[in-house]
């Protein structure tokens, strides 16, 4: 069962770079979301998805962009990296409603120079 | 004021001992309610769903208190394998929001 997967794992960039952080996930689940993590902050919402064509910002946005052109996947993609952004990156999925569990992916952590 | 507020913690407590979590939410529209572990550099898992008659699952009680707005993890006979960060979730319409999460110690 692969779940939720992220890629790359690990992402050195310099700032004014872009990039896209890949995830999927094989589980049919309607709702898809991205977290950043910060030491003492929590995982802060950045984009969420209820399904396929639909995206709407979270707590933290700017910076960010999603798209959800598959149930399957939902990258996010830095359009202007930016020091602030370094963090470690969660893809989660859930069942519809969002209220089931979260399923998170291994996490991706970037770094911006 | 976070919307989820959790004991700053770390706990560094000895194997065997009893150690109690707390947990408060602002938004009283909060429908689900859960706690997820979180080991070093991994992801969060869930640990348990919390319901509003309480709910316990081995050595792990939870309980739900919606007038206060206040959840609770009680872990009794701690292990070391009990070590983590455990992060209080609160689900409202289509998001999930976390605590910043207490770190748990637990020394042999």
């Known amino acids: 069962n692969a779940g939720v997967t992220q890629t790359p794992k690990f992402q050195v960039l310099k700032t004014g770079q872009s990039m896209t952080l890949q995830c999927a996930q094989d589980?049919?689940?309607?709702?898809m979301s991205w977290y950043r993590q910060d030491p003492g902050m929590g995982l802060r919402l950045i984009h969420y998805?209820?399904?396929?064509?639909?995206?709407d910002q979270g707590e933290v946005p700017n910076g960010y962009n999603v798209s959800r052109s598959t149930t399957e996947d939902f990258p996010l993609r830095l359009l202007s990296a930016a020091p602030s952004q370094t963090s470690v990156y969660f893809c989660?999925?859930?069942?519809?409603?969002?209220?089931?569990?979260?399923?998170f992916g291994e996490g991706s952590r970037l770094t911006v120079l | 004021r976070k919307e989820v507020e959790q004991d700053p913690g770390p706990f560094n407590v000895p194997e065997g001992a009893t150690v109690a979590f707390n947990c408060t939410y602002s938004?009283?529209?909060?429908?689900?309610f859960f706690w997820y572990r979180q080991d070093c550099r991994k992801e969060p898992k869930l640990l348990m769903s919390?319901?509003?008659s309480g709910n316990e699952d081995g050595r792990f009680t939870a309980q739900l208190n919606r007038a206060s707005q206040y959840i609770s993890l009680l872990i009794r006979d701690s292990k070391l394998s009990d070590s983590a960060t455990y992060l209080c979730?609160?689900?409202?319409?289509?998001?999930?929001?976390f605590g910043p999460g207490t770190r748990l110690s637990v020394l042999p």
């Open positions: 989660a999925s859930s069942r519809p409603g969002g209220s089931g569990e979260l399923f």
């Open positions: 589980m049919n689940h309607e709702y």
């Open positions: 998805s209820v399904g396929a064509g639909i995206t």
């Open positions: 938004n009283s529209a909060s429908q689900s």
């Open positions: 919390v319901y509003s």
């Open positions: 979730v609160v689900n409202y319409g289509q998001n999930f929001v």
